[in-house]
């Protein structure tokens, strides 16, 4: 139910998708992947892949959310939502959790 809410925010443009793909080899594979289960457009760049991708399968975002390789914004207050980075290379599921609890609010 929460990714539901999160594009229905998403389409009345509460909140937006944005890709912080960088290039970082490390994440290959998972680009890799997502252009496998989500059939990559001609001139479609990996970012707006990451952002397409997001929105059309839970298991999807919830990937790219944990790589760290999208970034969820609040259109009305300018809030920033991303996996935290306590050292290591990627987030965690309870990242997603803590995602989902704080778009209910809005």
């Given at each position: 139910?929460?990714?539901?809410t999160?594009?229905?925010l998403?389409?009345?443009g509460?909140?937006?998708v944005g890709?912080i793909?960088?290039?970082?080899?490390?994440?290959?594979?998972?680009?890799?992947?997502i252009?496998e289960?989500?059939?990559?457009?001609f001139?479609?760049?990996?970012?707006?892949?990451?952002?397409?991708?997001?929105?059309?399968d839970?298991?999807?975002?919830?990937?790219?959310y944990?790589?760290?390789?999208i970034?969820?914004?609040?259109?009305k207050?300018?809030?920033?939502?991303?996996?935290?980075?306590?050292?290591?290379d990627?987030?965690?599921?309870?990242d997603?959790d803590?995602?989902y609890?704080?778009?209910?609010?809005?």
């Amino acid at each position: 139910m929460s990714f539901q809410t999160f594009k229905k925010l998403v389409s009345e443009g509460v909140l937006q998708v944005g890709s912080i793909w960088t290039g970082d080899p490390r994440k290959n594979e998972i680009i890799k992947f997502i252009g496998e289960k989500h059939k990559v457009g001609f001139f479609e760049s990996v970012n707006k892949l990451c952002i397409r991708a997001s929105l059309e399968d839970e298991d999807t975002f919830n990937e790219l959310y944990i790589q760290r390789l999208i970034v969820i914004k609040n259109t009305k207050s300018n809030e920033e939502y991303r996996a935290n980075n306590n050292g290591v290379d990627m987030g965690t599921y309870s990242d997603i959790d803590n995602f989902y609890e704080k778009i209910k609010a809005i």
